[in-house]
């Protein structure tokens, strides 16, 4: 299995995502909810059988250019959705999810990777899967956090109640998340001590890196301290969102990013 099969298999996932959230909108029969459990975690398992073909298919893990943390991002969302909807019961935490995961695998089928079994020797390290694995998925809870704030901010201004809900379960994502993130960093650390020698030279990746990390640390520390701020505290989860996008995806771009050690697509 490689690339040319992904339409198909993205495809497959995602409706079966759209027939869950669909039959959880729609459906009135309660004894047939199950089927919006099979339909979730079908699609999840359709995809994950496609990365883990693909990452024996190419002989190394599927995780080096930014096409193939998508793939990850989109299995993780998900999942997470899937959960917090199960422990919270929130019927739109499961929609946004899917909904986003079908989004970025619609970029990646309109926006092809060039994908080969080539590793530059950087990535030759045992600290390579822990390290992206970690911080795909640190960026999932994130994502779902940042879902849970867009929720939060569109939802009436005088309901107290229903905001001190929906802020309870952005922390929950929030502290996992930021444990996964700091994680993450750490592992980052170890790798880069082993590949060039330091832990740490403020290249223009780590430097977002550490941005993203502050920021979520400024919303739990915000959170931590003025508890029934809630607006300003969704605010402030949201602008977190995008210091980690600008990380992961925004950095590619700027100028400074054709000398950082972290260009691994070339």
């Known amino acids: 299995m490689n690339w040319s099969d992904f339409p198909l298999m993205a495809g497959l996932s995602s409706i079966l995502w759209l027939a869950s959230v669909a039959f959880l909108y729609f459906n009135k029969n309660e004894k ?48 997470i959705g899937y959960i917090t909807f199960k422990r919270w019961k929130y019927k739109w935490i499961l929609l946004y999810s899917a909904v986003l995961a079908i989004v970025f695998l619609g970029v990646n089928i309109m926006n092809p990777d060039t994908h080969n079994k080539t590793l530059m020797p950087a990535l030759q390290s045992p600290w390579f899967v822990p390290h992206v694995i970690v911080y795909i998925f640190s960026y999932a809870m994130l994502g779902a956090s940042s879902l849970v704030a867009v929720k939060g901010l569109w939802q009436d201004k005088s309901d107290s109640l229903e905001a001190k809900t929906t802020l309870t379960v952005a922390d929950n994502l929030v502290y996992i998340g930021f444990g996964f993130l700091t994680l993450g960093l750490l592992f980052g650390a170890l790798w880069a001590k082993e590949a060039w020698g330091h832990y740490w030279t403020w290249d223009p990746k780590e430097t977002w890196a550490f941005l993203t990390w502050i920021a979520y640390l400024i919303y739990m520390h915000f959170r931590s301290h003025h508890p029934r701020k809630y607006r300003l505290a969704l605010w402030t989860l949201a602008l977190a969102f995008v210091v980690l996008l600008a990380c992961w995806f925004g950095v590619n771009y700027m100028p400074s990013a054709q000398t950082s050690v972290h260009t691994y697509t070339q």
């Open 32 to 79: 047939l909810n199950v089927i919006v459990d099979i339909c979730i975690i079908a699609g999840i398992f359709v995809l994950g059988y496609y990365i883990s073909n693909l990452w024996i298919a190419l002989e190394r893990p599927p995780m080096r250019t930014l096409g193939e943390t998508r793939l990850w991002y989109s299995f993780f969302l998900p999942v």
